[in-house]
């Protein structure tokens, strides 16, 4: 079966009002694939009552350039996400291929959309995101929102900047997760003006654009097992009575170099803790032996070379915090489960383990931040990006100093010595609701 055939796409309805979310499929990885998928649930839910609407996901088939030596499917996954939904996703969007461009924004238009939501996760996607998001502006009635899980990217190259400044000045509207995103808006955007928004009233008599102050909801397609053996399990993972675990994509950024510092210094003063690290690296996902996976290599090396900022640590080729593990001699408390998890199983791991490490070096909205909230599970955290505005110190997590690590190993200590009652993350989970975040989106269309 070709990788993106989906029962799910069906003729595009006509005279139907609709939503339409942009991002990326049910078919890949991610964490900003969970959300767009998420977000049209939630949606989808919303509008149980108005049938006369449709919700529609409008995905990439590739996100990158070809060049890009990673795979991104989602190949482990066997539950449908969107099972029980009205929702329709159609697979159109190929970087590569501006053909494809053209057909989403004339596929878009026949779904006659009311608004468009465009998830913004990298700025190396605005050229394709810009494109299509003027084009809508321009040859349909339908509100344009960037939906910004960040603004400028992370690991800043000098295309992210031009890319930025072409695709999101498109939007009629953004919505941000931070109030740091929102401050970066405008300080990227001087000329333009902004106004603030947490209800998701919009007055279309003004000139200012509106920016919609929502914070990244709990993901509510994972959920704790309550018939899960949690002893056992951490039995067969080797656990130690207090686990601390780090979740995700490894990247630089998440800073689980510092994360594992932090506790071998922990470590070396009391025996009854572990480590307990779970992702995929996320430059090791190709085969390594193969011509064409060396052929990207090398094609993405020599573009990084042109783009890169000359004197950032932007190229993370060579990211290897793992090798720490053995080099601290920490090996007999630390757990690795270095691949890709499937959906269905990261509850196991968020179950056995009693706090959530975030020691990002820079840091946006954090899926796997929200993703801990629904396991009610603590976060210790760096003081960077966002995590001061989530995290309360001492009632929901710990904070520490960025690029500290005995900050960071304190941090750990207090949890130990100080535990965070569960109650107290609940009362954070319960003000990030998807219902809320939706209703947002929606309320200038329908009436509640």
Partial sequence: MPPFTDLRITLFQISVPSIVVIGPGPRFKGGIANYTVSLARALDTLLTEHPEWQVHIVSWTQQYPAIMPRDFIDRKSRTDLLAGTRIQVHYLLNYNNPLTWRRTVNAI????????????AIALQGLPLGWVARRLRKETQAEIIFDLHLV???????????FTRYALPAAHGYIVHALSTAAELATRFPKLSFVHTQDGTRNTQVAARPVLTLYHPVYEMFRPDPHFNIKAEKLRLGLRKHVFLFFGFIRKYKGLHNCIRA??????????????????????????????????????GFAKKIFLNRGTANDESGYNPL?????????????????FVPNEDVYRYFQVSDAILLFYETATPSGVESLSYN???????????????TITDGFNGYLADAESIPSMTNALSRFLTHPIPRANVDTMKQQLSWANYALCILRPYIVR
């Fill in 375 to 389: 396991f009610s599970l603590p976060v210790l955290a760096t003081r960077v990006g966002h995590f001061p505005e």
């Fill in 263 to 300: 506790f071998a210094a922990l470590a070396a003063t009391r025996d009854d803790v572990s480590l307990l690290i779970v992702g995929e690296s996320f430059w090791n996902t190709l085969n390594a032996n193969s011509w064409r996976t060396r052929l990207k290599q090398s094609l993405f």
């Fill in 152 to 162: 400028r990217q992370k690991e800043a190259s000098r295309l992210d900047a031009l």
């Fill in 109 to 120: 238009k026949t779904l006659q959309p009311k608004c468009v939501v465009i998830q913004w």
């Fill in 323 to 339: 090798t720490l593990i053995q080099q601290l001699g920490i090996a007999d408390r630390c757990t690795v489960v270095n691949e």
